[in-house]
DNA sequence: ATATTTTTAGACATGCTTGTCCAAATCGTC
DNA sequence: GACGATTTGGACAAGCATGTCTAAAAATAT
């Protein structure tokens, strides 16, 4: 079936990009008007293709669906783990890093495309797909989480951070971060650079005041001045 | 139509009692299945009506579906604010005080079945109808979140906090108290008592460590011994 | 008890969507 | 240029959901 001795990639090259074409249209119109109300027309029409070219690729509305959830969490992960390697080990500027950080996480893994689909999707129908969601939990959460609580960890060894519990320190870091975006990200919209930026500084500052380490100790008394 | 002289409500007792069967199933089968996904025989069905009724009384799915959330979003509402009653104004113990306000917040608001319900729908849905959910925007957010930094404010006036900006510290108090339940909440589920206690206490903590006025600075040194 | 309103069950027309089938056209490769 | 695989467009059957209509049954008020 495929080229046994093709130079680069096995399949024909167009073969490969309708097949991507299709994830990324059906990606959008699933996330637009949910599994139910996503239509196989406007998936094919959206994505470039004949419809039928649809069923071959993938066979079934469900199966696309769930092709589309896979792809999308690994994706999503992958962004994630190569964000969380920007973490700041060793900060200069504490404050300025971890800022630098929250607004790289939040640009480039929770406000893109794949990370407002996936949250999407996941919020509408993961009651319906009870063990693929329950991969994603596994796959996702289940491994970033620790991750970034263990860079946590390492900054409070280090001396820079205060924290009894490095998994609640990292969950009220990520909260705070966005605590301004919930709104915005409850509708479906997209903040600007400048909410993300401004979310991140003030979350970052109040983080720093629960959470400093004695180089930032300063900061808590004189935002403490009424 | 209406009885002109009835002793207690205008209308038959039968008829609203339907009336409100049909909105209970409606809510939670569009919730479960979406809008488009939603089948107006099964909510027919588990309100223990004939379909018929269903037109009778709302004339088409769109507006069924409207009045599900306007109904869904004064209930909620009412709640919020009748919980934001009890924010504790003269504190005896802060801490004490703000935890049992959060976990009064989740318990009654956001982990409910409405809080649940109108959270999903608006994100699923909340696109298609955007003049639907301006209202809820207005109504909801605009009108909960200054009435919660408002008592923040008064918070701060009488020194039990220090806080620059009060929108911001109560949008931070918010974020930190839920941190702990964001998957929970993802994925459509109910936290248990403890969870919410949990995550309210911890949240509780680094708001009083970030925005703690005289009497809480002692927390923080505290915590801050690794 | 009677009259009025509401509810019910079911049939019904209509339109949409899924998924299949097929013959022609297109594409990429040898 | 010829061959095989893929794609295309459109026809097609089947199922399902919406919304309407009707006559009978039930509930309510007078």
Redesign the pocket.
Do not use: F, W
């Given at each position: 079936?495929n080229?046994p001795?093709?130079p680069d990639s096995f399949?024909?090259?167009?073969?490969e990009a309708?097949?991507a074409s299709i994830m990324d249209a059906a990606c959008s119109v699933f996330c637009r008007e949910g599994f139910a109300g996503?239509?196989?027309?406007?998936?094919?029409a959206e994505a470039?293709?004949?419809?039928?070219?649809v069923?071959?690729?993938h066979?079934?509305?469900?199966k696309?669906f769930v092709a589309v959830v896979r792809d999308l969490t690994e994706r999503c992960n992958a962004g994630i783990f190569t964000t969380l390697a920007s973490f700041p080990d060793r900060p200069a500027a504490i404050e300025a890093d971890l800022v630098r950080f929250a607004v790289c996480m939040n640009r480039n893994c929770l406000c893109n495309r794949d990370g407002k689909a996936l949250r999407k999707l996941i919020q509408a129908e993961g009651e319906r797909y009870p063990e693929l969601f329950a991969v994603w939990r596994e796959q996702g959460p289940g491994r970033t989480w620790p991750a970034l609580a263990a860079r946590f960890a390492r900054l409070a060894l280090a001396g820079h951070l205060a924290l009894d519990d490095p998994d609640i320190a990292a969950r009220h870091f990520m909260a705070l971060v966005n605590a301004e975006l919930q709104t915005t990200f409850m509708l479906g919209g997209t903040p600007t650079e400048d909410e993300v930026l401004q979310s991140a500084r003030n979350g970052v500052r109040a983080f720093l005041r629960a959470y400093g380490g004695r180089e930032a100790g300063a900061h808590r008394s004189e935002a403490a001045a009424s």
């Open positions: 079936m080229a001795h093709a399949p024909p090259r167009g073969h309708k097949r996503a239509n196989i027309d406007l998936i094919a470039g293709v004949s419809r039928q070219t069923y071959n690729h066979g079934d509305k469900e696309l």
